[in-house]
């Protein structure tokens, strides 16, 4: 997991949404490599992959070979330093 969340809570959309941004902002990423990344299933990625496609917070890249691969947005970016801004006023793990 890419943040030590606190593990005796459910995970709230915000955060499997950061957590999705944050695996995507440094390279492009598949969707399972994504999945993996912030542990959810294959069906609820891709929920959430759309949501945030339709969003602007995603962008879509394909190679060559067929291969998507999303990678966070400039948008995406700013809304994960407003979440940052927001958990450091809250003073709690996020």
């Keep these: 997991m890419l943040h030590s969340w ?33 542990n959810i299933g294959s069906q609820q990625i891709q929920r959430y992959l759309k949501y945030l496609l339709e969003l602007r917070l995603l962008d879509v890249k394909v190679n060559g070979k067929n291969k998507i691969s999303y990678q966070t947005t400039e948008k995406g970016e700013i809304l994960l330093k407003q979440v940052e801004s927001v958990k450091e006023l809250l003073k709690a793990p996020l």
């Design 6 to 38: 606190d593990s005796k809570y459910r995970r709230s959309n915000v955060q499997i949404m950061a957590e999705i941004l944050i695996a995507s902002r440094t390279r492009e990423m598949g969707s399972t490599q994504i999945s993996v990344s912030v």
